[in-house]
T-cell receptor, first 115, second 115 residues
Framework: GAGVSQSPSNKVTEKGKDVELRCDPISGHTALYWYRQSLGQGLEFLIYFQGNSAPDKSGLPSDRFSAERTGGSVSTLTIQRTQQEDSAVYLCASSRKGWVRTEAFFGQGTRLTVV | DAKTTQPTSMDCAEGRAANLPCNHSTISGNEYVYWYRQIHSQGPQYIIHGLKNNETNEMASLIITEDRKSSTLILPHATLRDTAVYYC????????????????FGKGTLLTVNP
């Protein structure tokens, strides 16, 4: 597709369940970012992938959160044993490495609601 | 990444120029200044970036002071659709040889364009 695609767009889950959020970056983009945004708050960095380098996981809030990126393309963010405080919009972005103009393109996000 | 300081909110009349300031007094020589904006319920959108020269594109102009410790984003003729949170970010460009390219978003400035 032309842009960053995230699925699902909305997810309601029960407390304690695991969820998987998917991000399809723009083709050819080697950098991929995950952020989350709680209601009325700014963007909180979660994790960053760049090519074959080890990901920067410094923003993951707990060991219940993990992410992987298979084949340098699609990424999945997994939240285990969800808690109500995990409710937020999870945003994915990608950018092309090697260009001065390193614009990051964001998807529309997945709105996660833990009930 | 260098820390940035922006006003929490600003107002602008429709059709007038909106001038959004950003302080980044600890910016390093290889760090660029990026501006993104987030319209309500959407993912962030790239606007413009620069290193030391002033930049202009179809969306905005970026004025960077000679000492690079501050910058101003200018929307020359603000419209109601420009109402958004504007984020000023400084970071190394991905082709600069550094290893930490993540975008770190602060609180941003809520720009409200009034009719």
């Amino acid at each position: 597709g032309a842009g960053v695609s995230q699925s699902p767009s909305n997810k309601v889950t029960e407390k304690g369940k695991d969820v998987e959020l998917r991000c399809d970056p723009i083709s050819g983009h080697t950098a991929l970012y995950w952020y989350r945004q709680s209601l009325g708050q700014g963007l909180e960095f979660l994790i960053y992938f760049q090519g074959n380098s080890a990901p920067d996981k410094s923003g993951l809030p707990s060991d219940r959160f993990s992410a992987e990126r298979t084949g340098g393309s699609v990424s999945t963010l997994t939240i285990q044993r969800t808690q109500q405080e995990d409710s937020a919009v999870y945003l994915c972005a990608s950018s092309r490495k090697g260009w001065v103009r390193t614009e990051a393109f964001f998807g529309q996000g997945t709105r996660l609601t833990v009930v | 990444d260098a820390k940035t300081t922006q006003p929490t909110s600003m107002d602008c009349a429709e059709g007038r120029a909106a001038n959004l300031p950003c302080n980044h007094s600890t910016i390093s020589g290889n760090e660029y200044v990026y501006w993104y904006r987030q319209i309500h319920s959407q993912g962030p959108q790239y606007i413009i970036h620069g290193l030391k020269n002033n930049e202009t594109n179809e969306m905005a102009s970026l004025i960077i002071t000679e000492d690079r410790k501050s910058s101003t984003l200018i929307l020359p003729h603000a419209t109601l659709r420009d109402t958004a949170v504007y984020y000023c970010i400084v970071r190394v460009a991905e082709n600069s040889g550094g290893s930490n390219y993540k975008l770190t978003f602060g609180k941003g400035t809520l720009l409200t364009v009034n009719p």
